[in-house]
């Protein structure tokens, strides 16, 4: 019988702080990358709105104070002295009824405050590897790499295991999915998991710390959704639904169990 869930979001380790804290470690914000100093009362509230704006995207003022439980005034106060430092902008949304709503997003001025892994040493590496040994040996390289990154992940996955009953394989894939999405969040790449009631997850990476050197060479990005199907087996398909390199604000991926495959996998005696 198919497992009828109700949708479940899971965030990286920590969930969003409530108001007045920091954002969770994830978020590793530079205070340095901004151009005007501030206060720690004002950096703790622009660390919060950039944190929901790399989030969810597009957002409005009024949702934002909600979220973070102050008043919509102080909120578009933050944002438009962000505006002014050029960290974020807005686009208007006609409605039926009443005036437009400015719906506020991270401009590109951002990427340096969210983590980036040895951008410009990685950039400078992969250029020089493939014009000294070529396109071959990369190829070689980035699979060793897949080869480790999958072994690592695996050694987490390896006391996620079911319990035995016969909807076991529903609940070894949920925790998967949850520690993935923790992995992930302390690899730099701001993870959430959605669960969906049919059994599947639609995973989401807010921020790609390898992104420039990603954009230099492109077959770091197919390698890594190798690695993601490799990881969670031929019982799993993966599917990237949407891709930064792609022109989307983030990559997501669809995470859907193989029914036949599993139920194969149930009838197979021990």
């Known amino acids: ?93 006609r409605r039926p009824i009443g005036r437009p709503v400015k719906l506020w997003q991270l401009t590109d001025r951002t990427l340096n405050l969210f983590p980036n892994t040895h951008a410009d040493l990685m950039v400078e590496f992969l250029n020089s590897f493939e014009s000294v040994l070529g396109e071959a040996e990369l190829k070689k390289v980035l699979t060793e790499r897949s080869r480790r990154q999958i072994q690592g992940y695996r050694v987490q996955f390896a006391t996620l295991e079911g319990d035995g009953s016969p909807n076991s394989w529903q609940s070894r894939l949920d925790r998967q999915v949850q520690r993935f999405a923790e992995i992930r969040t302390k690899e730099g790449y701001m993870a959430e998991a959605i669960g969906q009631p049919d059994g599947s997850w639609l995973f989401i990476e807010n921020h790609c710390p390898i992104d420039e050197a990603a954009r230099t060479c492109r077959l770091l990005c197919r390698s890594e959704l190798e690695v993601f199907k490799t990881l969670f087996g031929p019982t799993i398909t993966i599917e990237r639904v949407e891709h930064i390199m792609e022109g989307d604000r983030r990559c997501a991926y669809q995470i859907t169990p193989n029914i036949n495959s599993v139920e194969r996998i149930k009838r197979t005696p021990p």
């Open 1 to 93: 019988m198919k497992d009828e869930r109700q949708p479940e979001t899971v965030f990286c380790s920590n969930q969003m702080p409530a108001a007045g804290m920091l954002p969770p470690s994830c978020f590793r914000f530079d205070p340095s990358s901004l151009p005007c100093p501030m206060t720690d009362e004002k950096q703790k509230a622009k660390e919060q709105i950039l944190y929901l704006l790399k989030m969810q995207g597009a957002t409005s003022a009024t949702d934002l104070a909600e979220q973070l439980e102050v008043s919509p005034m102080a909120i578009r106060q933050h944002l438009q002295a962000l505006r002014g430092e050029g960290l974020v902008d807005y686009s208007e949304q």
